[in-house]
């Protein structure tokens, strides 16, 4: 799909699916595709939202994990710094930071992570050679996707710049 149609694909779920016009009730596609069956059990450096959108990127070679959540609920973006608890799969939190984000923040990625929701499998098929990685959660209540990259490309990255650009709009 080239990049043009790509949007269009973005802007006509946005305008199909939509958020809902009342504060605190996102509006996630129905057609959720690659479930998570274990992601329920994992434990996160701060509470899970129950509509949100978890990015979350690390190094093979050094021990800190970047977490950035978008809670839809409460329309809050999180930012987290955190290290693996010694021995556990529990999780030392170093630093967080919250900013409240408008509703024209939230809903385009909303919009875009509808179409998340509703693909097929988003991996390349020949990542680089790099010790980087990143996971991605889509989360609407028990029902979580998860995908992990080594690098992101087309709707995976344009959902991380777009919560990253939100997170610098409302300082």
């Known amino acids: 799909?080239?990049?043009?149609?790509?949007?269009?694909?973005?802007?006509?779920?946005?305008?199909?699916?939509?958020?809902?016009?009342?504060?605190?009730?996102?509006?996630?596609?129905?057609?959720?595709?690659?479930l998570c069956t274990k992601c329920s059990t994992y434990e996160w450096p701060i509470e899970r939202p129950s509509h949100g959108i978890v990015f979350v990127s690390g190094s093979l070679l050094g021990p800190e994990v970047n977490?950035?959540?978008?809670?839809?609920?409460?329309?809050?973006l999180s930012r987290v710094l955190a290290v693996r608890r010694?021995?556990?799969?529990?999780?030392?939190?170093r630093k967080?930071?919250?900013?409240?984000?408008?509703?024209?923040?939230?809903?385009?990625i909303v919009?875009?992570?509808n179409s998340l929701w509703s693909s097929g499998i988003l991996r390349a098929q020949?990542?680089?050679?790099?010790?980087?990685?990143?996971?991605?959660?889509?989360?609407d209540e028990d029902n979580i996707r998860h995908e992990q990259f080594v690098e992101l490309k087309d709707l995976p990255s344009q959902l991380k710049g777009?919560?990253?650009?939100?997170?610098?709009k409302h300082k």
């Open 86 to 93: 010694e021995g556990t799969s529990g999780w030392v939190v």
């Open 1 to 34: 799909m080239k990049q043009g149609a790509r949007f269009a694909a973005v802007g006509l779920t946005y305008a199909l699916v939509g958020i809902s016009a009342t504060w605190g009730e996102p509006v996630f596609t129905a057609d959720k595709q690659r």
């Open 111 to 113: 919009a875009i992570a």
């Open 162 to 168: 777009a919560m990253i650009g939100a997170w610098y």
């Open 67 to 76: 977490w950035i959540f978008l809670n839809v609920d409460s329309h809050q």
């Open 126 to 139: 020949r990542p680089p050679a790099t010790d980087g990685w990143q996971d991605l959660y889509l989360i």
């Open 96 to 108: 967080v930071e919250h900013r409240s984000i408008d509703s024209d923040g939230v809903e385009p």
